[in-house]
């Protein structure tokens, strides 16, 4: 894949590619653009009348598989984002400084950037198709940036790396067989030899610079650098554990997001009971009987909390069955009318074999016949009881489809009246609990009047204004002040219940309609792509036939 570069002194390793390149006769520097894109499909390896065929062709994007711009003199990655399908890339060979712009390329089986300017190894981690990937030949300093599930050959050689930092890196890439980093600093260091450090290091290696790993070489490897190899394997082992606990949970917050129940499992609601309450704040200033009022006001909040938490996951689970089941039963159903029209297509295809065997039988009799008119005439059957047939065909299977299409419309919006009694019946039963809960911000609210009150009434009665806090002796002479404290703090209590429980209502609701325009946008494109293909199996047929003089004409 790559070619071997000599190695040379210091200052020849700080530019491996520059005099390549130089002495390249290139175009002017550029910037990938649309012509050039559609230059290089068009001038791809067709000769003869393929080739001029190929000219005449219009380019779409959408098919364009492999994409060759080499020695274009390329400064910049773009437009690329024309080519969704692509599989193969090859931009080696050019003065690119910067990986960008291929995010977008999910289908890339191999790309080729050897022979460039490029520094370090980013902005590849969306190409999960990725199984090759030659950085050969630039002035990449570090292995970084690589989680590349189905990489099977790197190669990173003729670079300026000079640290073995980030090797360790490639164990997570489980299907990594193939690495090359000869030509770097790091593979020059004469006491230290890096083809058996990165065979200990990289069990599932087979080759490394192209040469087959044996078993006694990664013995050997193994035991030269068994230190080395243990620590890696403890903080990967260590590493591994962590990412398993976040994916959990990771898991367990998408599972109570989808119960509509997260934050509800402990005492977040209450918490945010009294976030900014400072009418509330100044309330609790009376001491020990307010406080102990708030405990009992904390463990009946997180009860109904509780009660709320445990129903969203109960129907989480009693929704989650009956999406698992209408999936199966539409994905059952969609398999059981593709393979009848399988086999109606199969059926028809012998038939056409068929036929066609009969019609050519009888274009070579009608070469040898002075009269050709029977011949002409059993032709003339035969080509209308092949289009009688391929008419029938086709009203079969757009029968077919149709009845689907209409079925999977129907079934969706009987899904979509269950799916959403289900929903209105959470609602309604967690609706239940939030009434209990404003009722118990009301009880808290008046008993806190009480306390307020007395604790005021026993101060001034002892003639201990002086320990009033501050923020309460103007209630000291009048209660209705204590009473707009205590409204105060109600209104920022319960308006945090109805906040939850509003926010509850609204992502139940939009969690349905995005979830069935999820459903009818992917029916929609099936069904087009059905009769896409319905039809374009219907004009392959009728160009066959009117091709088929042609062909026995060649033979």
Excluded at 103 to 119: D, P, Q, R, V
Excluded at 224 to 249: G, H, M, P, S, W
Excluded at 296 to 321: C, M, N, P, W
Excluded at 483 to 491: F, I, N, P, S, Y
């Amino acid at each position: 894949m790559d070619e071997p570069v000599s190695q040379g002194s210091g200052d020849e390793m700080e530019e491996p590619v520059r005099g390549f390149l130089e002495e390249v006769n290139c175009p002017e520097p550029g910037i990938i653009d649309r012509q050039m894109i559609e230059t290089a499909y068009l001038g791809e390896g067709q000769k003869g009348e393929s080739g001029r065929l190929h000219q005449l062709e219009p380019v779409v994007y959408e098919r364009i598989r492999t994409m060759r711009l080499e020695f274009k003199n390329l400064l910049r990655i773009d437009h690329l984002w024309m080519l969704p399908n692509l599989t193969k890339l090859c931009l080696n060979c050019n003065k690119i400084e910067v990986i960008e712009h291929i995010g977008m390329l999910t289908a890339l089986k191999e790309l080729n950037l050897s022979f460039n300017y490029i520094t370090k190894i980013e902005n590849l981690e969306t190409l999960v198709n990725l199984e090759t990937l030659s950085l050969f030949s630039n002035r990449i300093r570090r292995i970084e940036n690589l989680s590349l599930k189905k990489l099977v050959i790197l190669s990173l050689g003729n670079n300026l790396i000079d640290t073995v930092d980030g090797i360790e890196r490639l164990r997570f890439l489980n299907s990594l067989k193939v690495l090359n980093l000869e030509g770097n600093p790091i593979a020059q260091k004469p006491d230290f030899p890096l083809s058996l450090y990165v065979t200990a290091i990289l069990p599932k290696l087979n080759y490394y610079e192209y040469v087959f790993i044996k078993a006694d070489t990664r013995e050997a490897a193994q035991k030269r650098f068994y230190r080395e190899l243990r620590e890696i394997e403890d903080k990967q082992e260590r590493e591994i554990q962590a990412l398993e606990t976040d994916a959990r949970e990771a898991a367990e917050a998408e599972r109570l997001a989808s119960s509509f129940v997260e934050h509800l499992d402990g005492q977040q609601l209450y918490d945010s009971l009294w976030r900014d309450d400072e009418n509330g704040r100044i309330l609790m200033m009376v001491g020990a009987p307010a406080h102990e009022l708030s405990e009992e006001y904390a463990k009946d909040v997180h009860h109904l909390t509780q009660s709320i938490y445990k129903l969203g996951l109960k129907r989480f689970g009693e929704r989650d069955e009956e999406i698992r089941d209408f999936n199966a039963n539409l994905q059952e159903g969609q398999q059981e009318l593709q393979s009848l029209g399988q086999s109606q297509i199969e059926e028809f295809l012998q038939y056409k074999e068929r036929t066609f065997e009969v019609l050519r039988s009888k274009l070579s009799e009608l070469e040898e016949s002075e009269d050709g008119s029977e011949e002409y005439s059993q032709m003339d059957t035969l080509n209308g009881q092949f289009d009688d047939a391929l008419n029938e065909m086709w009203q079969s299977l757009m029968s077919q489809e149709l009845h689907l299409h209409e079925a999977v419309e129907e079934s969706t919006l009987n899904f979509q009246r269950k799916i959403s009694q289900l929903m209105a019946s959470f609602v309604e039963q967690a609706q239940v609990f939030f009434l209990q809960l404003r009722d118990v911000c009301g009880h808290f609210a008046d008993n806190m009047t009480d306390i307020v009150t007395q604790f005021l009434s026993d101060k001034l009665s002892r003639q201990e204004l002086g320990s009033v806090p501050k923020e309460l002796t103007m209630c000291v002479d009048d209660r209705e002040e204590v009473l707009k404290l205590v409204e105060g703090m109600r209104t920022a209590h319960t308006y945090r219940v109805d906040e939850r429980e509003d926010r509850m209502a609204k992502r139940s609701k939009e969690f349905i309609d995005k979830m069935i325009q999820q459903l009818n946008n992917k029916e929609v494109d099936r069904h087009r792509a059905k009769i896409l293909e319905i039809n374009s199996f219907m004009e392959m047929m009728t160009e066959a036939l009117g091709n088929l003089p042609q062909e026995l004409n060649q033979e």
